[in-house]
Nanobody, 115 residues
Framework: QVQLVESGGGLVQPGGSLRLSCTAS????????MAWYRQAPGKQRELVAT???????VYGDSVAGRFAISRDNAKNTVYLQMNNLKLEDTAVYYC?????????WGQGTQVTVSS
């Protein structure tokens, strides 16, 4: 089982920025791809962004152009840089690892965008 620990959430005003981190308990080079999801109250969990071992990225339509996913293999960490945050970005953000055998989730970190 891969342990994933997210950090970096918090309260930010509209238009502000935050950077989330997700650190894995194993080498992320052994993981097929890493992803960020989010879930707002009363809504389904949705994909925010993914990054493959090779560095390929995919973004959800609602965050494309504002968010950027990246990885530091030496630190076993994936980042989500979130810029120009909007009220509707408020959610619990989860990190997910997709491995050859199983998927694992972090515990989530709260992001609240409010004026």
């Amino acid at each position: 089982q891969v342990q994933l620990v997210e950090s970096g959430g918090g309260l930010v005003q509209p238009g502000g920025s935050l950077r989330l981190s997700c650190t894995a308990s194993v080498s992320i080079l052994s993981i097929i791809h890493m992803a960020w999801y989010r879930q707002a109250p009363g809504k389904q969990r949705e994909l925010v962004a993914t990054i493959t071992r090779g560095g390929g990225t995919v973004y959800g339509d609602s965050v494309a152009g504002r968010f950027a996913i990246s990885r530091d293999n030496a630190k076993n960490t994936v980042y989500l840089q979130m810029n120009n945050l909007k009220l509707e970005d408020t959610a619990v953000y989860y990190c997910k690892s997709v491995g050859p055998v199983r998927d694992d989730w972090g515990q989530g970190t709260q992001v609240t965008v409010s004026s």
